[in-house]
């Protein structure tokens, strides 16, 4: 960072009531370097450099006691020490080793003579003042060539009695307030947080000055631009070009006032590539929202509002079409340098609104190209100002410098900044478009890339969701909790899934998959097999032919289709899990009796995808109370660890005693989850096998004739009165005379059965050996046969049919009355 300091004739209070001589004694290059806590170089500007000599690349990290080789001065006569307002008339070495011992607690300013390669001893002016704090700076260094106060811009030599460094109170100067504004821009680039502390202590320690007489003291006041801003302005943009497309400066921009000139624009250049490497550190829209903002200010300009299109802050997909006066901008970010919460009530944060076709944002966000108001007139004030309704603007931008930039990517508009300067402080030129226009390109492509990992990650979650099922609580005969974790990494959407079907005989399917891979393919994926297990669930196929089926069906998806699958299906009358495994980690199965936890000992099988591997399926015996933990390999699987670790933790954790599913669940996620490095996503399923009592199990075996749909009638009446469930014996004994009946019509052979299971629900079975499915018809007014089933539609909670082994099962559920 290159700065100079403009050294004008202001004579304030307690320097005498006369008017400087002195005043156009020019402007010179200012040093500024940073010092950390172990005493190295943090900062190294380019005016330091050509002040003493040393790179910035040889000087930053380095010891500031081997790069500052200045030794005590004694006073010229034409200079006598200085007195009063500024520290003791010493070496700047000597200070840097007692501030960076902690002993220098004021600030401290003198003359010293340093010797350059390649110059002559050269005298030089400095202000040192001492930091506290929590960062990591501990001292701030101003420095400039004392000879170059003596000469003007013309060459001739300025008469002055002494030109002393010194320091003043703000109480001191009538521009006390403008040089509070400008001094940050002497300052390094740094967080506005750490500028701001810096800039406090300054203020409070005093502000640099230069004596030229006894009476005569003038601040030191830092500038962004150069002498002759106006006429060097067309070769400055020149230089800029020639730079930032990697070409050599043209000789001729090169000529008068060379290294002023081109200092401006390699510092403009330095600006952009800092604001590159502080915007875009994630992925996060919100993040880099407030990145961009804070990038800018206070260093290019006072004020910096962020307004983005509705579709970019929802996270939707690329707006199209060109922005009119009817498109809503939301404005997502506002930093400034004004006291704390002057802009707050009149433009919030969150505020969406369109824009009038006159105004500069407009012109701005239709073009695609920035915007330059040197000066925000009265009449343009009013214009912008009734737009905020009620709200009075005006105070906030009157006279104030603005400059409207686009945030672009692929040629559309995303949004655009409104970047404000204060009134005292330079207005934005042509350069200053230039630098902003390069500023908004870097930021619209840095927010598109957010607005766009945000958009296919909203559309993979959003599939995700989808298809993760809503399980119940409570299934005939089992509690059930789940958990589902996304990933860590970009892209964390995953193909892990759980599920649970209901099958008849008061069974129930428990699923746990994990498709390969992750993103949205991984997703739809999920989804196609996810959809495939239910379907061949509700067929009641046995966990071995599913995981068989399943897999031929991946094979025929396409070659990519590649999962993990464990499948099993819980018996609670006969107290039993019949499982079969796909490549998948074993289950975890809990004893209720002692506690004691323990993998399931599976035939692991090939993944579902790879073809051609048999699958075997176990029977499993289980009691009433027994938990199944059944979870993907991103729980227990962690990179650079042995899986059996986690299964172990996985045992452990799961047998430790919980008040509920819930409380289980968070013991496992949080034994498994904190161990680090888990990058996966998580699927994890607990099932409570609570089995079904005998006595809640009636059963009774029909022979294939008419006669038996009395007696089924009977019994089940019967039954129902012993259960207490009187309510339900009409609706029920209607329902069975049907089924037997349509049983009996049927049957091939000499079995049919009839279950009663009383539950959550009361469930009904018929089991006869025809494997014809019924089907449901429309029956005519005159029809005999057909309105069976249409009446079990109508009656029942849920029916269905499912075809076995030696026939087929017809099943309906009535719904419990409360109990009084």
């Known amino acids: ?471 119940e609580a409570h299934m005939a005969g089992c509690d059930i909790a789940t958990r589902y974790l996304p990933g860590t990494l970009l892209g964390r959407v995953g193909g892990d899934w759980f599920d649970s079907v209901k099958l008849p005989g008061a069974r129930t399917a428990l699923v746990v998959g994990d498709v390969m891979g992750h993103g949205l393919n991984s997703a739809a994926m999920m989804g196609q097999l996810r959809t495939a297990v239910q379907t061949m669930a509700a067929l009641d196929l046995p966990p071995a032919q599913l995981l068989r089926n399943l897999d031929d069906l991946a094979q025929r998806l396409g070659e990519h289709y590649l999962a993990t699958c464990l499948y099993a299906v819980y018996d609670p009358i006969a107290g039993e899990l019949h499982l079969a495994n796909a490549g998948h980690i074993p289950p975890v199965l809990v004893r209720a009796v002692d506690g004691r936890s323990e993998l399931l000992d599976l035939p692991t099988g090939a993944p579902i995808g790879v073809g051609g591997v048999p699958f075997e399926a176990v029977r499993v015996r289980v009691e009433p109370g027994d938990r199944l933990v059944m979870c993907t390999d991103g729980l227990v699987e962690v990179r650079g660890e042995d899986i059996g670790v986690g299964l172990a933790t996985l045992c452990e954790s799961a047998a430790h005693p919980a008040a509920s599913m819930d409380d289980a669940c968070d013991t496992i996620i949080r034994a498994l989850n904190t161990r680090g490095g888990r990058k996966d996503d998580v699927a994890l399923l607990m099932a409570r096998l609570n089995g079904i009592e005998p006595e809640d199990v009636a059963e009774w075996r029909l022979a294939p004739d008419p006669s038996e749909a009395a007696r089924a009638r009977a019994v089940v009446r019967e039954q129902l009165y012993v259960w207490g469930l009187d309510a339900l014996a009409d609706t029920t004994v209607l329902l069975v005379d049907e089924l037997v009946t349509n049983a009996v019509r049927h049957a091939r052979g000499r079995r049919i059965e009839l279950r009663l299971v009383r539950g959550d629900t009361l469930q009904c079975e018929v089991h006869d050996d025809d494997p014809t499915l019924p089907t449901l018809l429309n029956a005519a007014p005159t029809d005999e046969f057909g309105r069976g089933l249409r009446v079990l539609t109508t009656l029942a909670r849920e029916w269905g049919t499912t075809r076995t082994g030696a026939g087929k099962t017809v099943w309906f559920e009535l719904t419990l009355p409360r109990r009084r």
């Open 1 to 471: 960072m290159d700065r100079g300091i403009d050294t004008g004739a202001t004579t304030g209070h307690g320097a005498g009531d006369g008017t400087a001589g002195h005043a156009a004694v020019g402007r010179i290059p200012l040093a500024v370097v940073v010092v950390d806590r172990a005493g190295l170089v943090s900062h190294w500007s380019t005016g330091a450099r050509r002040l003493f000599g040393t790179t910035k690349d040889d000087a930053v990290g380095h010891p500031a006691l081997d790069l500052l080789p200045v030794s005590g001065a004694l006073p010229d006569e034409d200079d006598p020490p200085a007195h009063g307002a500024y520290g003791p008339y010493d070496a700047l070495g000597h200070d840097l080793e007692t501030s960076l011992d902690g002993h220098l607690s004021y600030p401290a300013a003198g003359r010293a003579r340093l010797t350059v390669p390649g110059r002559d001893r050269i005298d030089v002016l400095w202000w040192a003042y001492p930091l506290v704090g929590p960062g990591r700076e501990r001292l701030l260094v101003l420095a400039a060539d004392a000879e170059t106060l003596r000469r003007r811009d013309d060459g001739a030599a300025v008469a002055v009695e002494r030109i002393a460094p010194g320091f003043a109170l703000h109480t001191d100067f009538p521009g006390a307030e403008e040089l509070a504004r400008r001094l940050p821009e002497i300052l390094p680039s740094m967080s506005v947080g750490e500028s701001a502390r810096i800039v406090a202590q300054v203020l409070e320690l005093g502000y640099p000055v230069l004596e030229f007489s006894q009476n005569d003291r003038v601040p030191v006041t830092p500038d962004w631009g150069v002498p002759r801003r106006a006429e060097r302005r067309a070769r400055r943009e020149r230089a800029a070009r020639a730079v930032a497309e990697g070409l050599p400066v043209p000789q001729d921009v090169r000529d008068e006032g060379e290294d002023l000139e081109y200092a401006a624009v390699r510092e403009r250049l330095e600006f952009l590539n800092e604001v590159s490497g502080r915007i875009g550190t994630s992925l996060d829209l919100s993040r880099t929202i407030v990145e961009v903002s804070k990038a800018v200010v206070p260093r290019f300009t006072d004020v910096a509002g962020t307004y983005l299109r509705e579709q970019v802050v929802a996270g939707e997909g690329f707006p199209e079409g060109v922005p009119d006066t009817t498109t809503m901008w939301h404005r997502v970010a506002l930093e400034h340098t004004d006291e704390p919460g002057r802009w707050d009530d009149v433009v919030p944060v969150g505020e969406a609104m369109p824009f009038p076709a006159h105004t500069p944002f407009f012109q701005c966000m239709t073009t695609g190209e920035p915007v330059l108001v040197p000066r925000i007139s009265e009449q343009m004030g009013h214009a912008i100002a009734a737009q905020f309704e009620k709200r009075d603007i005006r105070p906030l931008i009157s006279n104030r410098s603005m400059l409207v930039v686009p945030l672009k990517a692929r040629n559309v508009v995303l949004g655009f900044m409104i970047l404000l300067r204060h009134p005292e402080r330079e207005v934005f030129d042509d350069m200053d478009r230039v630098t902003g226009a390069e500023l908004a390109a870097r930021a619209g492509l840095v927010l598109d890339n957010a607005r766009m990992y945000t958009y296919q990650e909203n559309v993979a979650e959003t599939l995700q969701d989808s298809m993760l099922p809503q399980i």
